[in-house]
């Protein structure tokens, strides 16, 4: 049988094309299949597979065990995809912008959470919370909105706002009693 290779460069296999990629006709199941193995420069097969990429796989795989690579060894360098002067530069004094919806959501509740009132920050984390969830029917209008810290929101769960303000007076003793 023939036996088709090319050279293999970069990453774990060298920058010398010391591995190749060979392919070698044969039959699988009574049919004709492709065979894929790694070999070295002196004819040595580090792995054969049925498909291409389990074979680069397996032979990464042997070869990483046979060397580990060096602290400062060049060959096992991830190699950046564009340079560093071409990234985007991120900065963290630029405040996030925040949608129109949630202003006005935010500025309708007075920065404040609708059911404990604790103050809350408009670039801050505080959810926009159902007063009649969707699981009860409640829609995404305007009317239905409102700003909840998150212990509140979490906390309603699937209740609506009537129901978790009743539970939350249940639960809170009265003057006296502790």
């Not at 094309?17 to 420069?41: E, K, S, W, Y």
């Not at 009860?136 to 009537?162: E, F, M, Q, T, Y």
Request: charged residues 20%; glycine residues 8%; aromatic residues 6%.
């Amino acid at each position: 049988m023939s036996l088709l290779y090319r050279p293999l460069y970069g990453g774990p296999f060298g920058r010398d094309g010391r591995f190749a990629l060979a392919t070698q006709p044969c039959l699988q199941n009574g049919l004709h299949a492709v065979r894929f193995m790694v070999i070295d420069d002196s004819g040595g097969v580090l792995s054969i597979a049925f498909d291409k990429l389990q074979a680069l796989s397996s032979a990464r795989r042997v070869l990483c065990l046979a060397s580990p690579p060096a602290a400062n060894d060049d060959q096992w360098e991830q190699p950046g995809l564009w340079p560093d002067n071409e990234l985007p530069v991120s900065r963290p004094d630029k405040a996030k912008a925040v949608s129109r919806r949630r202003r006005e959501i935010f500025g309708r509740s007075e920065g404040r959470c609708h059911y404990c009132t604790t103050p809350l920050t408009l670039n801050g984390k505080w959810h926009i919370e159902h007063m009649l969830p969707k699981a009860l029917g409640g829609g995404d209008s305007a009317i239905n909105l409102v700003a909840a810290c998150p212990a509140c929101n979490l906390a309603k769960s699937d209740r609506s706002a009537l129901e978790f303000v009743a539970a939350l007076a249940l639960d809170q003793p009265k003057d006296g009693q502790r």
